[in-house]
């Protein structure tokens, strides 16, 4: 059974620091798409930052130079390097994976129960 369990969330001042952990269970986040995907109160869920099992590398327009997206392959778990926050990163962030369904295109997609990011003087 596939679990993803995110960690590292808080309160922090604008400007500050946090890392978010998702570790994985019952999946291999090497041979995996994994995300990170954040939604705040009423709006729509956005993507964060993706890394493929060949380690290429995406983020959203509103996070490049400040977040970055990385895989321990030994601890089985991605992370969530936040920098220079902003009031507008608060929002509830989860971790994803678009596990492969064997012999076809497909994936079946997983998420973790989120972790809350609240970024406020």
């Known amino acids: 059974q596939v679990q993803l369990v995110e960690s590292g969330g808080g309160l922090v001042q604008p400007g500050g620091s946090l890392r978010l952990s998702c570790v994985a269970s019952?999946?291999?986040?090497?041979?995996?798409?994994m995300g990170w995907y954040r939604q705040a109160p009423g709006k729509q869920r956005e993507l964060v930052a993706t890394?493929?099992?060949?380690?290429?590398?995406n983020y959203a327009d509103s996070v490049k130079g400040r977040f970055t997206i990385s895989r321990d392959n030994a601890k089985n778990t991605v992370y969530l390097q936040m920098n220079s926050l902003k009031p507008e990163d608060t929002a509830v962030y989860s971790c994803?994976?678009?596990?492969?369904?064997?012999?076809?295109?497909?994936?079946?997609?997983?998420w973790g129960q989120g972790t809350q990011v609240t970024v406020s003087s």
């Open positions: 890394i493929t099992s060949g380690d290429i590398i």
């Open positions: 019952g999946m291999i986040v090497s041979m995996t798409k």
């Open positions: 994803n994976a678009e596990w492969p369904i064997i012999g076809t295109m497909m994936h079946t997609d997983y």
